[in-house]
């Protein structure tokens, strides 16, 4: 692969890879050169899909299964994947879970889980991979964001406190990192169907609610999360650190004309 987004030679780890965005990014930068270790949990057929569809396209990969729920497992990972694939290069920090329920009903053991498999999960992959990737001179973190953590819902409260904790954090390490050759970002999808929501988008109604919201008329993929992701892995990114795409079709600069009530375009 040659160009200017070219990741030939490079080596990424993609967390929550076996579906949705995670898969996605990790086919992307697997066909801009880059070899791909990616990761799940409980979805063997689904790493082992993706797995393949890398090595169908010329690239190395390896599969690997972690429960971000253990707070150890995340630098364990990390360990694994640098013993057994290699040197990482760039971080697709993309694994989160998302329980929602109504905030009068928000637990400590809610708040504690989303924390652990949202948050600190993060932060320890970073405090595993990050340094290397600053003595080597170059690294590359992309952490999945969402819309929510600008305009959050009360159901989703848990989520998204820690999606706007997680930009808060890698803004915080970018600072120390960036003279070294690391850059760290976020991208922030909005509504996107993937196979976990597939159910709900397969109700028309539904699905004509969220197009109707969006001004760009329509909900996301999984692939519109791709092209942002390699921009900010390549080199022609190397002066954006600390930013954070909103990858929403415009949802959050407001909902589309009309789609309020007794709003016009």
């Not at 993706?50 to 169908?56: D, K, S």
Request: net charge neutral; charged share 20%.
């Amino acid at each position: 692969m040659t160009g200017a987004f070219s990741l030939r030679g490079r080596r990424a780890v993609v967390t929550g890879a076996n579906s949705g965005i995670g898969r996605a990014i990790a086919l992307g930068l697997a066909r801009q050169g880059a070899d791909v270790a990616v990761h799940g949990h409980e979805d063997r057929n689904g790493l082992a899909s993706v797995r393949a569809e890398i090595g169908a396209i010329g690239r190395a990969a390896m599969d690997f299964e972690a429960d971000f729920l253990d707070p150890s497992a995340p630098e364990a990972l990390a360990r694994r994947v640098t013993n057994e694939f290699g040197p990482v290069d760039i971080l697709i920090a993309n694994a989160a879970i998302e329980h929602r329920v109504t905030w009068q009903d928000v637990t400590g053991d809610h708040l504690a889980r989303h924390f652990t498999a949202n948050f600190a999960s993060l932060v320890a992959l970073c405090r595993a991979l990050v340094p290397a990737m600053a003595e080597r001179g170059w690294g590359r973190v992309v952490a999945t964001g969402s819309v929510m953590a600008t305009r959050p819902r009360a159901e989703t409260v848990a989520y998204a406190a820690f999606k706007s904790a997680q930009l808060t954090a890698i803004r915080a390490i970018a600072r120390e990192v960036a003279t070294r050759g690391v850059t760290m970002n976020v991208i922030s999808p909005g509504a996107i169907e993937t196979e976990r929501t597939a159910a709900r988008y397969a109700d028309a109604s539904f699905r004509r609610a969220v197009a109707a919201k969006i001004p760009v008329g329509r909900p996301g993929r999984p692939e519109d999360c791709v092209g942002p992701a390699i921009f900010l892995c390549s080199d022609e990114a190397a002066y954006l650190t600390g930013v954070d795409i909103p990858v929403d079709g415009g949802w959050t600069i407001g909902d589309a004309p009309g789609s309020l009530p007794g709003e016009t375009a």
